[in-house]
C-alpha cells in the first residue's frame, strides 16, 4: 500500500479528485466511489472542473452501499448523498449508474444482480473508500470475511452512533447492503481516503497493524495497486518510519 501524505483537507482533496478524474472519460471504466464526509471536497473539485469545461462523463458508476430501507428520496441516504454531491451535478444518466434498490423485498436477488452485473463488466476499474471510525469499508463492518461479495451486514453500534450525522433527525438503523471486500480486492485500483484527527487512532492500526478481518480497511494491504491519501493530522499518531 502507497502511502500519500496530503498537508491539509485542500491538498486532499486535489489529489483525490486528480486520481478520480483519469477514469471520468474512459467508456469502458467502472468506478465505484463511496458517500461520507471525507470524499465532498474532491467531489467539489469534479464538478467545478466538469461546469468549466462541459464535457461528457463517460464511465459507469456501481453505487457502494445504502441502509436497508431507504433509497435516493430518503434525505441522508447515500445514494441521495452521491446524486447530491455528485451524479447530478455530473449529468450522469441513470443509465450508467448501478445502485442496489435497499427497499427491494427480495434483497438476495440485488445481491446477485449487483455481483453479476460486475462481473459481465470485467469487474472494477477503481473504488474509492473512505475509513470508518470502526475501521470499516463501504458497510463491511468489523469481523467480515474478506471472501465476501456483495452482502447485507447487521450494523455495527458505531457505524449507526456515527451516522446520525447524515440525518436531520436520530435515525433507526440496522442494516447495510453493500460491495464486499472481495470485490475491492479484486479492482484494478484501490484508494482509500482518511483525513482529521479523529482517524488518527484507526489509520495508526491500519498502518502498523497486522491484516486482519477485524480490522476490514487491513484487506487495503493485500491489494497489489492500492493507495491511502491521508492529511497529517489522520498520520499523526503514525510513526515516522512507516511513512
Ligand atoms: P466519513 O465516512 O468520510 O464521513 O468519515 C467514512 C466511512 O464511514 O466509511
Known sequence: MKIIKANDYDMLSKTLASEISVYLDKEDSLVCLPSGDTPVGAYNILVDN??????DIKCKF?????????????????????DRFLFSPLNISL???KEFNAKSKDLND???VMD?????NNGLDLVVLGIGMNGHLGLNEPG???????HVMNL???TIQVAQKYFENQTTLSQGITIGLKHFLESKKLILVVSG???KDIVKALIEGDVSENLPASISKLHHNCILIADESALSSVEDKYI
Open 50 to 55: 466538469f461546469k468549466s469545461h462541459s464535457h
Open 62 to 82: 456501481v453505487g457502494l452501499d445504502e441502509w436497508v430501507g431507504m433509497d435516493k428520496n430518503t434525505n441522508g441516504s447515500c445514494q441521495e448523498y452521491m
Open 95 to 97: 443509465g450508467n449508474i
Open 110 to 112: 440485488e445481491l446477485n
Open 116 to 120: 453479476k452485473f460486475i462481473k459481465e
Open 144 to 150: 467480515t470475511s474478506f471472501d465476501s461479495y456483495s
Open 156 to 158: 455495527d453500534n458505531k
Open 197 to 199: 484527527e479523529k482517524k
